[in-house]
Structures are given as C-alpha cells and as structure tokens.
C-alpha cells in the first residue's frame, strides 16, 4: 500500500502510472477517473476528494476507486483508510472485471455534481460508487468518466 497524495493524483500521469504498475493499462484505450462510495452526503460540502475523505472516516473499509476502463477489462483500485486514519492506495488489492463478467453497468446522475455507476457483475457481486462530473485540478477525470459514460449508456 502506498499512502494517497491528492495534489499527485490531480496528475492523469500519477494515476494512469498506478495501472500501469500492475500491467492493466491498456494498448489502445484508457480511460482514468476517481470514485467514492456513495455513503455520505459531505462530499457536496466538501468537494470530491474531501468527500473521498470524509467517507473513509465513516467505517475502516474501502472509501473510493481509481477506475481504469481499457480495451480488455475494467479495473479498479481501492482507496482506504487504514488502521491509523491514513488514506491508502492499495494497489495490490486491485479489482480486475473483465467483460464477460459483466451483467449490466447502470450509469445515472446522482445529482447535478455526481454521477452513480453501478456494475453488475453475473456472480451477483455489485459495486456502487459515485464520481463528480468536473473535479477542479484533474483535467482528465471529467473526459475519461464522460468517455466512460458513452460506452455504457
């Protein structure tokens, strides 16, 4: 695990590096955004990342993802907050869905700042997450959940 820096990760490059690392980045597509557990209503007050934060504090689990949508598989990497109420990337416990497990992906607005992605895969296993539209400093993320959204819609 490797402890989440904001500033680094506003840094497509930062975030598509991570995917890299673990060899699902993909040859023709890539697709990098951020995500977080829809368990709060204090990411509206508090931004996207603050919301990412806040969320984590809520319980010692899985508070977001860094998403990657490529040309073989979607991946996702899961932030959380550790024992020590630090925020970590573990990029060891990526999740790897791979098309043919893919049931159905509801995409919906949230409201008018986040966007709900629901993906469900044929086990029944489900994965509900909300993403902002535009986050501020991260150029990349509103284009790649837009293109993320064209393929699923």
Not at 42 to 55: C, D, K, Q, S, T
């Amino acid at each position: 695990m490797e402890e989440y820096n904001n500033e680094k990760y506003m840094v497509l490059e930062n975030v598509e590096n991570l995917f890299k690392r673990i060899n699902r980045f993909g040859n023709e597509y890539n697709y990098c955004f951020s995500t977080f557990k829809p368990q709060s209503a204090l990411p509206i007050a508090l931004g996207a990342v603050g919301g990412l934060i806040e969320v984590a504090k809520q319980k010692n689990n899985i508070s977001g993802y860094f998403v990657n949508k490529n040309e073989n598989e979607i991946c996702l990497i899961p932030v959380i907050l550790d024992d020590h109420r630090v925020m970590q990337i573990d990029i060891n416990g990526y999740i790897d869905i791979k098309p043919e497990e893919i049931k159905k992906i509801k995409i919906k607005n949230e409201d008018f700042i986040y966007k709900r992605i629901t993906i469900i895969l044929n086990d029944g296993t489900k994965y509900v997450m909300n993403s902002a539209k535009k986050i501020k400093g991260a150029n990349y993320h509103q284009e790649n959940l837009n293109k993320f959204i064209e393929i699923y819609k």
